[in-house]
């Protein structure tokens, strides 16, 4: 009877909150769907573009969903990835010690639940900041060449007008999305090796510093990649006289692709 009791109230306690996440839903999306709504209204009422307001909503709803499904993807493995390690006391614990392993075993308990929450907020945080960059890709799919080349990289300057920017924003949310399941394989890392000096616990260490090591590299290398990005920058630097890396510049960028390689 305990046990039918004690599911009963888990039960209760899920559906409650699957029902206040569902409400919350509702709410955000409602006050959400009024600015897209009032655009609506003047696209179609007073400025008579309707098309202009479908095309802005069909690419930024395209990009909303490639951003959300991938990040939620990736961050999902690369978390569970993370909580992936092994606890097990070789003694009882006692005293303060214990208090700490039962704060690793609730993150070793509940950490799966954790990361289902956390991959789809960092997906829909994810989607609304690249449907917000619609007007800039926009712009780097229908952009014209100039006929004139950048001395420094040899490129037309509607590279650096219109596709450079889309490209920047691109390797930024990568280079965050990675950043962020490195800075996890880190902090789970050094944590089980802080526990496994003041706890007698065996944890397989060797396996996650190994996969910590693996995805710090990875973002080392992304980092990189939007360091050399950044190089481009200079092709389109103001100056006093004229527009593009003067010497000063030029310096810089030596400078800056040193550091990326």
């Not at 990005?229 to 890396?245: K, P």
């Amino acid at each position: 009877k305990m046990a039918i009791s004690g599911d009963i109230k888990n039960k209760r306690v899920r559906f409650g909150c699957a029902l206040g996440i569902a409400v919350l839903g509702l709410i955000a999306l409602a006050l959400l769907s009024v600015g897209p709504y009032t655009e609506y209204l003047w696209y179609s009422e007073d400025a008579g573009y309707i098309r202009v307001f479908t095309l802005q909503y069909t690419v930024r709803g395209v990009l909303f969903a490639v951003a959300f499904f991938a990040t939620w993807l990736v961050l999902r493995l690369g978390w569970r990835q993370a909580l992936q390690f092994k606890f097990v006391y070789v003694e009882v614990p006692d005293g303060p010690i214990k208090n700490i392993t039962s704060a690793v075993m609730l993150v070793q308990r509940y950490g799966g639940e954790a990361v289902r929450i956390l991959s789809v907020l960092g997906g829909v945080i994810a989607g609304f900041a690249l449907s917000s960059e619609w007007q800039t890709y926009l712009l780097a799919n229908n952009g014209h060449l100039f006929g004139k080349h950048d001395p420094v990289f040899g490129r037309d300057y509607a590279f650096f007008v219109f596709s450079l920017p889309w490209y920047e924003v691109c390797v930024a949310l990568i280079s965050s999305v990675t950043l962020f399941i490195a800075l996890t394989h880190v902090a789970v890392a050094v944590g089980l090796r802080v526990v496994q000096r003041v706890a007698p616990v065996d944890a397989n260490l060797e396996k996650v510093t190994a996969r910590a090591c693996g995805w710090v590299g990875v973002a080392l290398i992304v980092i990189a990649g939007r360091i050399a990005f950044s190089c481009l920058d200079y092709g389109t630097e103001q100056g006093a006289q004229f527009v593009g890396a003067g010497y000063t510049a030029v310096m810089q960028l030596k400078l800056t692709g040193t550091l990326a390689v």
